[in-house]
């Protein structure tokens, strides 16, 4: 089974709250990542937890945090949402240097 | 910095036709490379990959071939059906140093009966 799973699968928010998205995997991953995908453009990383170790991307630096439990989940946290937001957010996970596997995503509009 | 492009945007196919989506990059190490493919309402699947030059990739019809030498890995099926209709993505990596995908910007695929 290579099933990653993502919660919620539509996100509607306010401009300024804060939004958390969710992604769990059973595959005993031991990387999983987050990407941002706005139409007409290709998915982009925003970071990834290698283990406990959270790598990320310089220029997302300051506008996402994310925490890892466990293993199997992973969170996306954004504290204060604005329009450039809107966008969806696609959750990875892999053994390392091995194939990603996506979930279905989460389709975040921010008003 | 590495880069991966897909020179169609959209493609309109009949079935049976043939399909052909042209990818290149431009990486310092040596990359493995992938396609996926993303149908509505789903993530990316992953498709196949290959890891060394003049590896073939291949899935449910569909094949690629990595070639170094022009810095391309172009995607095919000789006779595609309604169902292949999706948004089809080249990309390269993880590799030494780095483990994220970096993806071109998609290639939409419809195929009309």
């Known amino acids: 089974d290579t099933t990653v799973k993502q919660n919620p699968r539509y996100k509607l928010a306010r401009v300024g709250k804060p939004v958390n998205l969710i992604c769990s995997q059973t595959?005993?991953?031991?990387?999983m990542y987050w990407y941002q995908k706005k139409p007409n453009q290709a998915p982009k990383l925003l970071l990834f937890?290698?283990?406990?170790?959270?790598?990320r991307e310089a220029d997302t630096f300051e506008k996402f945090q994310s925490s890892r439990p466990n293993n199997s989940f992973c969170s996306l946290y954004i504290g204060s949402a604005g329009l450039e937001y809107s966008a969806m957010y696609l959750c990875a996970s892999s053994r390392t240097g091995r194939t990603q596997y996506f979930g279905p995503g989460t389709r975040l509009l921010v008003l | 910095g590495d880069s991966v492009t897909q020179t169609e945007g959209q493609v309109a196919l009949s079935e049976e036709d043939f399909l052909t989506i042209h990818c290149n990059y431009s990486a310092s190490g040596y990359p493995a490379l992938f396609w996926y493919v993303q149908y509505p309402g789903e993530g990316p699947q992953f498709l196949f990959r290959a890891s060394r030059d003049k590896e073939k990739g291949s899935s449910r019809g569909f094949e690629a071939t990595y070639d170094k030498g022009t810095t391309s890995f172009h995607l095919r099926k000789a006779s595609v059906q309604e169902s292949d209709s999706a948004v089809y993505y080249c990309?390269?990596?993880?590799?030494?140093?780095?483990?994220?995908?970096?993806f071109g910007t998609g290639t939409t695929v419809s195929v009309s009966p």
């Open positions: 595959m005993n991953h031991d990387t």
């Open positions: 990309a390269l990596g993880p590799y030494q140093g780095g483990r994220a995908l970096i």
């Open positions: 937890y290698y283990d406990k170790i959270l790598n």
